[in-house]
């Protein structure tokens, strides 16, 4: 049996899973139990596993993480909620500089088992400190796992993999998925991080894409397929660890890649498969190896502006139709 | 004279004989670490850089003859003195400075980074402020487990002006959570003195309402004093009381890393804190007390055997292998982040 579900509601049915299984499983953040989240994501939580495993913290965005840390460190698996990927900046010597070296500081006498959930993105109309896609520099940070899903059944079976790895892991929420629906299968899922999925066949170019691009991207290839040109669509789901085996297959195959980041140019994601794929399937290569992104501004707020300048779907479709013709 | 176990730690603390020799011991060793440390920094064998307690070592040693082998410190980039007061080996200790494989980082933390977990020596974080809200998890998770253990956590005056501080004290006092906070006071951050950039006088303790916490100051150079408000403190925080904020007046002898020679110190500040210096006082005081010299000199020997000996074992010890660099990033063992 399966059931359609929102991307939202597939928060708290992971994170649901994973507390009833797991005892040491704890969940912290600003307004996340007795409201249910901002976004309404982790509703019923606190009514089914109570105060002490589900709690509100004051707004401290380093109190938040550091707790998450040390409880990390000293036996629990604690999940942390940072509302809005953007807040990541005011913890982010917790996020990039304590969480991810401790275990390799110290030479592995330390794990650090947790997740860190957090909205990330655009596409709400929120302004420059609400939305940004900031997945990119969580990838550039050695010690952390970066996970990114399109869908809801992938919401659950990676959250699920994420607090169960040993690891720490950045979980980034689409803001603008929520609302989306997807079939889900009865029972537990458990995903594994790591592991790209072709969500499309083509043969003509590969494109890869995460989180809110996926969605768009399966819609260019389908334009794309009306007017001849068969479009491969990988969801890259993790960003570390980094399934670079599926994409460079892939390109062999096809010998065109189209990269689809939310995040701003410079040094995104993209930029990272573009230079494997140009070293390792270099002869294999018949078109440049091209990026869609968000160009290299804050994301404006106005609904004119943002429509504009996140990757469209006509964007996609333009870059590929270049790289093929 | 071997390890010291207390039996029943009694409150009247000039009779206890067993718990005062155990507190010189840790100032001595302590002592004779720093002292040994600077001297190889000065000969280019401990390389970076290196923040020594010397001057400060009661608060180390109060709070280490203090707290149970379980529970948790946290401490600085100046944390040598934590980490052996909780009973690291010196060896181990020593080798990290000299980056040698030997060390009880393998040689991938450094003297700011000091951990050993084994001895609840949680680790050494060199970014002020950082460690508070990192002690506050750890106490959080030792009351989910309803375990008894505190944590205690040991930063500077400077680190009172930073958020994290502000963040973690609020944030343990809503949740409750066991565990101390230990500002030592030494007067200075890096090169400023702390009055200059504070707007209190009593840069931890003048705070401490705002949090709905007692104002705590103790004579930071005082074993006996610091022992004091240490058990006291962590006693409340064992039997669900909540945290504390304890400052502790203190000041170092040295500059504040490497080889600084502390010239932004007035001559006579500087002289007036020598007279206060923790180890002589301390010998005096036991002695005043009709403590035996025999059992003092033993514990100075003791400790420079020691130190001689984690000095060997540390020269003596290969660099880390180059391989090591790749190794206990993930929990795997290896840094894999493709595959
Ligand atoms: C966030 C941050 N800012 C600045 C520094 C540089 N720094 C290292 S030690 C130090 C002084 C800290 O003073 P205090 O908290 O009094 O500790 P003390 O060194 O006196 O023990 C500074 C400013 C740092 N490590 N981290
Ligand atoms: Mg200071």
Known sequence: MAELITYRDAVARGLAQEMRRDPSVHFLGEDVAAAGGVFKATKGLLEEFGPQRVRDTPISEEAILGAAMGAAMTGLKPVAEIMFSDFLATCWDLVAVEIPKTRYMTDGQVTMPLVIRTANGGGLRFGAQHSQAVENWAMAIPGLKVVAPSNPKDVIGLL?????????????????????????????????LGVATTIRSGSDVTIVALASMVPRAVDAAEELEGIGISAEVIDLRCLVPLDTATVIESVKRTSRLVTVEENPRLCGWGAEIVSIVGEECFWHLDGPL???????????????????FLPSVDRIVEAVQKVVQ | MSTTQLEEPTRDLSEDELLRLGLYRQVVRIRAFEERAYRLFMEGLVKGTSHLSLGMEAIAAGFGEAMRADDYTFCTYRGHAHTLARGTPMAGVMGELLGRASGVCGGKGGSMHLTSVEHGAMGSYAIIGAHLPIANGAAWSAQVRDSGQVAVCFFGDGTTNIGAFHEALNFAKVWNLPVVFVCENNLYMEYTAIGDVTAVEHPAADRASAYGLEPIIVDGNDPDAVYEVAATAIERARTGGGPSLIEA?????????????????????????LERDPVPTYRARLLA?????????????????????????????PPPDL??????LWADGGSSWRN
Request: net charge negative; aromatic share 6%; hydrophobic share 35%.
């Open chain 1, 160 to 192: 699920a993999a994420a607090i169960r790895d040993p690891d720490p892991v950045l979980f980034f929420e689409q803001k603008s998925l929520y609302p989306s629906k997807g079939e889900v299968p009865d029972g537990e899922i458990v995903d594994e």
């Open chain 1, 290 to 308: 091209t990026r869609v992104t968000t160009p290299h501004i804050p994301l404006p707020s106005a609904d004119a502006l943002e429509d504009e």
């Open chain 2, 289 to 317: 007390d009709g403590l035996d010299e025999a059992a003092l000199t033993e514990i100075e020997t003791q400790a420079q055997a020691d130190v001689d000996a984690a000095t060997d074992v540390a020269r003596a010890a």
């Open chain 2, 323 to 328: 391989q090591a660099a790749y190794t206990n």
């Open chain 2, 249 to 273: 007046k203190t000041y170092r002898h040295g500059g504040h890393s490497r080889a600084d020679p502390g010239q932004y110190r007035p001559d006579e500040e500087v002289a007036a804190w």
